[in-house]
């Protein structure tokens, strides 16, 4: 097992900033952020490839900044000009594993989430979850 443990979150204001993390003890292939509202599915926010490269659902890309430090193997997830609709749980994410493949993906569909969609790898391992609410 390679537990997750995220931290940070809040309230905040809207068009406030508020900074999560998320933490793993183990080896990592790729991690991921994850939100999900309220009566709504959960959707993905962003990642961290494989390969360090960054990928954004639209909705937040211009306002979240995704990073990860390897040498403490914790994710960050920076939010600025928050909205209320970012209010939610957010979760972090992890494919531990891997192989001859890019971690290209934050799709969720059928109750399931894919770090590659053609291939149909799934993120196998889940934090918590921290609460994030924006008011107006």
């Known amino acids: 097992q390679v537990p997750l443990v995220e931290s940070g979150g809040g309230s905040v204001q809207a068009g406030g900033s508020l900074r999560i993390s998320c933490m793993a003890t183990?080896?990592?292939?790729?991690m991921a952020w994850f939100r999900q509202a309220p009566g709504k599915e959960r959707e993905g926010v962003a990642n961290?490839?494989?390969?360090?490269?960054?990928n954004y659902a639209t909705s937040v890309k211009g306002r979240f900044t995704v990073s990860k430090d390897n040498a403490k193997n914790t994710l960050y997830l920076q939010m600025d000009n928050l909205k209320p609709e970012d209010t939610a749980m957010y979760y972090c994410a992890a494919h531990v594993g891997g192989g001859n493949w890019v971690c290209q993906d934050i799709h969720c569909a059928d109750g399931a989430c894919y770090a590659n969609v053609p291939l149909g790898v799934r993120y196998n391992r889940w934090g918590q979850g921290t609460q994030v609410t924006v008011t107006s």
């Open positions: 961290v490839d494989n390969d360090g490269n960054p």
């Open positions: 183990g080896y990592t292939f790729c």
